[in-house]
């Protein structure tokens, strides 16, 4: 425990640009971010579980600076694709990445067209137009660092279609230990403390909560009581159990609704398919 105070205090205390140079230059998260094989890994994922795109108008959450994951989308058939990501990215380097997508993937798409049917807000609340007229929400590992997510499904239920379909990947585990994972000798230290977050009281993880990688801990049962709420069928549950002990505080379990299914607490990460009825 006291090691695990220490490292999330000391992270917390980083600036941004130390931050950035410690996890991006020396842990090489920056050469993961920036290869289109990351964001090519990523649509094959929507696609093995089952989202089809053809002639459909799709909203991606939570892109972060890349198109990649877009003109995948767009030629698999979207008629387009609305981003949905706070940060901005610059034309400049958009096109360099439309460049790099159609240098590997031979796309007869022209970049002006592309551009036209990609179309980029800061966030859900920006897109408007006619209410329901989206056919697809998709994200992954995004809504684990979402700050409201009742808002998030409050809007997903605004802008998606009846029957419609929303695709998440969340990853519950603590993203703190995450880029201690890609070596070796330091992997066990980040499946050990995967879950360790969630034994700390509400006052505490807040405390210790670092804007640069901001995390909600919300679980599974949580994001199935929204689904609800907010009219949404769960169609498919995919869970990813944690095999190690863990311990999770009373102040996040009297968050949760009274009924929930035991399976739904331990695990890294889940993904969650709903239907708008």
């Known amino acids: 425990m006291l090691f695990d105070l220490a490292w999330k205090l000391t992270r917390k205390s980083l600036s941004q640009s130390s931050y950035n140079w410690l996890s ?6 920056k050469i993961r971010y920036e290869k289109s094989e990351t964001y090519t890994a ?7 579980n089952g989202l089809e795109f053809r002639g459909k108008t799709v909203l991606e959450v939570g892109c972060g600076l890349q198109i990649f994951t877009a003109l995948h989308i767009l030629r698999a058939g979207a008629s387009r694709v609305l981003l949905a990501e706070p940060k901005v990215l610059e034309r400049k380097r958009a096109s360099e990445q439309f460049r790099v997508f159609q240098s ?3 796309e007869d798409l022209s970049e002006q067209e592309a551009f036209d049917r990609i179309l980029a807000y800061r966030s859900l609340s920006e897109i408007h137009g006619p209410s329901s007229h989206i056919d697809l929400i998709c994200s992954y590992t995004v809504l ?3 700050s409201d997510l009742e808002d998030f499904f409050r809007q997903s239920g605004r802008l998606l279609k009846r029957g419609g379909l929303s695709y998440h990947l969340v990853d519950v585990s603590d993203h703190t230990y995450q880029f201690f994972g890609r070596f070796p000798i330091l992997r066990k230290l980040h499946e050990k403390r995967a879950l360790y977050h969630l034994r700390y009281s509400n006052a505490t ?10 995390m909600n801990r919300i679980l599974l049962p949580r994001y199935i009581e929204l689904a609800a709420i907010y009219e949404f069928e769960v169609e498919e549950v995919t869970l990813v159990p944690y095999d190690k002990p863990f311990k999770i505080h009373p102040d996040l379990l009297q968050s949760l609704p009274q009924k929930i299914e035991e399976s739904h607490l331990g695990t890294n990460a889940f993904s969650l398919k709903l239907r708008k009825r």
């Open 42 to 48: 990523i649509f094959n994922h929507y696609c093995e």
């Open 144 to 146: 684990e660092h979402v």
């Open 205 to 214: 993880f807040v405390r210790l909560n670092d804007p640069k990688c901001f």
């Open 104 to 106: 590997e993937f031979s």
């Open 24 to 29: 991006y230059r020396l842990f090489g998260r």
